[in-house]
Structures are given as structure tokens and as C-alpha cells.
């Protein structure tokens, strides 16, 4: 994967500054020891600098197009170089490191040739001056100290045949470093590419069993006596298409269904085993047959002899026979309850699922159940599915949530490991204290612990 534009002028604009810095340094030296050509040559290459530095800056794309521009401030740059190192002692110039960093800057593009380029041209224009200097064809000079040394043959072979071996080499180390490090990059993107390719492709997957599962988990209940509410928060969060989304394996379901003549409310609250795509698995097949059921039971006519508590052990069991072919590879908690919304009278099965919460005149208490159902998915033929029933008084308000609201992070131990409490108490004191104000006590929840699960709350409230 190449990189993007913004990327090479963040990688370009550090040197692009030095070059600048240190041309008005130098334009400082030549002018003040009186060399005016090479303080015009200066000038020459500050404007030169900062006409690149704009260039690369606003107008990358026309740089991108025109490659070949490249070498023009290159050569401005070596041979700036070359003056540098002429003023300042010729072979015993430490500005002979000027060479060495553009070689070595230059053998960092993709475009071998550039540190080539670089590398030779700054070899053989090092060898002509110094050839020039030798052969006393133009003064030795020294802007930094006064004394006057010769370059003797060895030297000026010396420093000649050096510059152009630690350039060739600087180049050839760095190019294969780089180019090295460029493949490895181009793996790693690759390899980071198909990952965001395949978690696409699973949030997609994620977004699909979530939408299939949000006209199952809807309220549907018609009464004016009785009010419904539902907070869910599942655990796998995902992203798709700049939109949040969720993923559990948490249910809530409530609808209106006839019963011997009478109008009842089925309320359910599910949590299927396993977190995001696993447990929404369960949840979606929960929330298919559970929609089949209560249609059925809304537009055909069934045996007039049938009750409540009967209902909901056909019901149960059908559910059970479903979950039983899974063999235990998907199990289901879940309350199951009926309320006559004239008088009250609430039936209710509870398969392994938390104690309901009942919150009457500023108190919350469980609604125990000694004798509880197991899980769908586990009941063996023969079992019993226990029934249960209570009454819901004016003003009261029932709480029905999954395990999620009490398996909560207290904090972390000394070694940093999560701290979870399962206290049920917890939950009742939350609305104890919002006075059954559910969002508000889910949002302490929320601000005060960490959740482990999927979480879900139905309250009804009997007006």
C-alpha cells in the first residue's frame, strides 16, 4: 500500500526546513567574510528552498506528476554543499557530512536512481574541487580558522577516493534497509487490508442478525392499564457504516394476547447463552418461535378451556422441544410471564432466570420462586414446568431483567485483574433510590460499574 500524499509531505517537510536553516547560516558566513558570489549563490538557494518547500506543501499533486523536478533542487543542494565545504577547508571540512546526509536522505525514495544520483554527483563534485584546489587552480580556503595547510597527495586521494566509498556504501546499506522495511510495510498493509476486509464482512454480518432481531425484541402491547418499558444493552458493540450498533443475546418481548375471552399481556425476558453472534443465534430463534406462538394464539381460535397457566406450560414446552435439538450447544434463561391487565393476576415461569423485582410504596423486594424451571434447551420429557403466580396491586411496577444488571466490576485487584460481584442487592437499591426511575438506573449502573454481559431490563408498571 503506497502512501498517501498527506504522508509524504509529513515525511518531506523536516528536511525540506533544514535545508532552509542552513542556508541563511552559511549566507550569514560567505557575507560576513566578504564572498559575495557564493552569498548570492546562497540567496539563490534559500529562494530556491522555499519555492520547494511551497511547492511540495500546496501543490504535491503537480510535484507527483512532474517527478523529474527533483533533481533540480538535488543539485542545488550538492553543489551548495560544495561551496560549504570549499570556505570551510576543503578535504578537512566537517561540511563534507553534507554529502553523506543527502546521499543518505535521498537513498530513502522509492526511486533508487535518486540515491544514486545523489551518491555520485556528490563523489565527483567533491573530486573536482578538490582537484581544483590541489592543482592550485582556485585557493584553499578556510573561513573557520586562519592557518593555511596543503593538501598533500595523500589527502587529496585519500578524502577523494573515502567520500566516494562511504556515498556508494551509505546508499547501497540504506536503499536495501529501506527497501527491506518498504516490503515488510507492504505485507503488514496487505495483511492489515484482508483483516478489514474480513471484519467488514463480519460486521456485516453482526448488522444483518441485528436487524433481523429488532422486530422480534419490540413492544407490541396494546393496554391502557398497563405500561411497558425496555432498556437493553448488549455487549458487543460494533461499528458499521459510521453507525453504532449492538450485538447480545439478550430478549425482550411483550405483546397482547386472548385467553379465555379476556385480553392478557405476555411479557418475556430471554438471555441466550454466549456473547455477540452466538448468543444473538439463540436470541433470534427465541424470538422467532415466541412470535409464532403469540400470533398463533391471536388469530386462531383455540380450545376455550384453556388457561393461563396451561398456556404458558404449552408454550414452555414447545420452546423446550426446539432448544432440546441444539443438544445443550444453546441453552436459554428466560422469564415468561401473563397479566391480566383488569385485575392484575400475573402468571409467570421462571427457567433459571434472575428473581423479578417487585417496587411497592418506596420498597423493592425479589418475587421468589422456590421451585424453579430449568434452562429451554435442558428440560427432559416428563419434567414439570413450574408456574407460578402473584398479584400486581395499583401503582406497582415490575422489574424483569437478566443477569447482566447484577454481574457487574466492582474494580480491580492489586494485580489488575477485574474485580466482579454478582449482588443481586445492588439493583434493588438502585431503584429504591430512583424510585423505580429505570433509565436513571441504568445510568448509574452505567457510571458506577463495568459490565461483563448483555444486559436488559423490562419494567411494567400496573397503573
Known sequence: MTKSSKEHIKDSRGSNIVRIVFSFIFLFSFFINGYIILSAFSLLHIISSIWWLWLIETNYAYYDTHARLWYFPATLDIIFISASVFVTGVSYSPAILGYVIVTAFSSTDMIQNRGRFSAYASSLTFFAMDCLVYFHIVPKI????????????????????????????????????????????????????????????QDGDYYLTSLLLEPLASNLADSKRVQIEFNIRQYKRFIFRDFMNELGGDICLADSIPIQGKKYIIIVNGDAMGKSMQGAGGALVLGVVLKSIITRSQLIMEDKNITPILWLERSFRELNEVFYSFEGYMLVSVFIALLDEETGETFFVNAEHPHAVLYRDGKASFILNENRTRKIGTLGEGEQVKVERFRLESGDELFIGSDGKDDLVVGKSESGERRIDSDDEIFLKLIEKNSGNLSQTVTDIENQFELTDDFSVIKIKFL
Open 142 to 201: 578556510n573561513i573557520l580558522t586562519d592557518s593555511q595547510v596543503e593538501i598533500t597527495t595523500f589527502s587529496f586521494v585519500l578524502s577523494g577516493l573515502l567520500l566516494i566509498l562511504v556515498c556508494l556504501v551509505t546508499n547501497k546499506v540504506i536503499s536495501s534497509i529501506y527497501l527491506q522495511l518498504s516490503e515488510k510495510n507492504l505485507k503488514l498493509s496487505e495483511s492489515l487490508k484482508k483483516i478489514n476486509e474480513l471484519k467488514l464482512q
